[in-house]
């Protein structure tokens, strides 16, 4: 019954016969189970580490009340496999990658998988996301994929997938482009994700997309401006590549911060927090006109207002001025 708890057979009968007689002395025990003493006194020992039986007296020993000692047992028990598994549980990883590392130098061809057709490209893009466990990094650009509904992504629809992510405890670090805030209001989400746990940057402009998971698998696109061909780059020297690129970009692009709220009546609107952002992050009138909901004329009426509010000329100079007052 006890085996379960690592307990072997004679240490039970050694346990049992303890709570049947009571305290007992090792020459007792010895001969009510027909066992070689030294083989009853490593028992108990064994007992006394579990915290079975307590020794009372030079080779005496009695039971510890099983309703008391057997479920704190148990307790033990759980949380040593409890932790014993996770350790496994983080080899895998390890022995998923030494395999894969196996299985190239025989197979050059696994380094990649090459997936053409958008039903195919869209399946695995999911499989490998739902997969996440602890970063996602992105060169964020258009075309988009199309969500596993066959619908377009949406404001809501993005604020919950990475809200999952990071709650989850995903490292989750984009690098956009201006193309990158097409939709009304994704430049408002991606501000809202920052003050949520993502980290944002933005550069004028990225060649080409990119996704990196869990740093051990990367998706490129083939062909820049359809997003029907895939290669899904697996560990490897490519892999390690495609990380340091990542890497220099994420470096040479400008943080996106979430707005400071107003204090007084001095210091700018969210709105106008967020309008500086964009012309800081390089948006153009009309991009921030589709951000803000507004018509272009309006947008820019709205530059020329907060530039001449700061006494500044150009848009470099109105974004430098608000960083320098500590807005932006």
């Known amino acids: 019954m006890l085996a379960a708890l690592g307990i072997k057979e004679f240490e039970e009968n050694v346990y049992r016969t303890l709570l049947d007689q009571g305290e007992q002395g090792v020459a007792e025990l010895a001969a009510a ?137 995903v490292e989750v670090r984009s690098v956009y482009c201006p193309e990158s805030m097409q939709r009304s209001g994704r430049f408002d989400t991606v501000v809202k994700l920052v003050a949520l746990g993502e980290q944002a940057r933005l550069l004028p402009n990225l060649p080409f997309k990119l996704r990196i998971m869990d740093r051990k698998v990367a998706l490129v696109p083939l062909v820049g401006g359809i997003y029907d061909s895939l290669v899904v780059v697996h560990p490897s020297g490519l892999l390690d590549a495609l990380i340091e690129l990542f890497e220099a970009y994420w470096r040479r692009a400008t943080p996106i911060a979430r707005p400071a709220r ?11 927090l967020l309008l500086l952002q964009m012309l800081k992050a390089g948006l153009k009138d009309q991009a921030i006109a589709r951000q803000l909901g507004v018509s272009a004329r309006t947008a820019t009426r709205r530059i020329a207002t907060i530039m001449a509010r700061l006494g500044t000329e150009t848009r470099f100079q109105a974004g430098a001025e608000a960083a320098a007052r500590g807005w932006i």
């Open 33 to 169: 189970l027909g066992a070689p003493s030294s083989r009853v006194r490593h028992a108990l020992a064994r007992l006394t580490a579990l915290e079975l039986v307590r020794r009372i007296a030079p080779g005496r020993y009695r039971p510890v009340e099983p309703l008391t000692a057997v479920p704190a047992l148990v307790s033990r028990r759980r949380v040593e496999m409890e932790s014993a598994l996770g350790r496994v549980q983080e080899e895998v990883a390890d022995l998923a990658h030494a395999y894969q590392v196996g299985r190239l130098r025989y197979d050059p061809g696994r380094l990649v998988e090459v997936l053409s057709g958008r039903n195919a490209v869209n399946q695995r893009v999911d499989e490998l996301t739902r997969a996440i466990s602890t970063h996602l990094w992105v060169l964020d650009r258009p075309p988009y994929l199309e969500r596993p509904d066959g619908e377009s992504d949406t404001n809501e629809s993005e604020m919950a997938r990475t809200r999952a992510m990071i709650g989850r405890g």
């Open 262 to 272: 107003a204090e007084s009546r001095d210091e700018p609107s969210e709105d106008d």
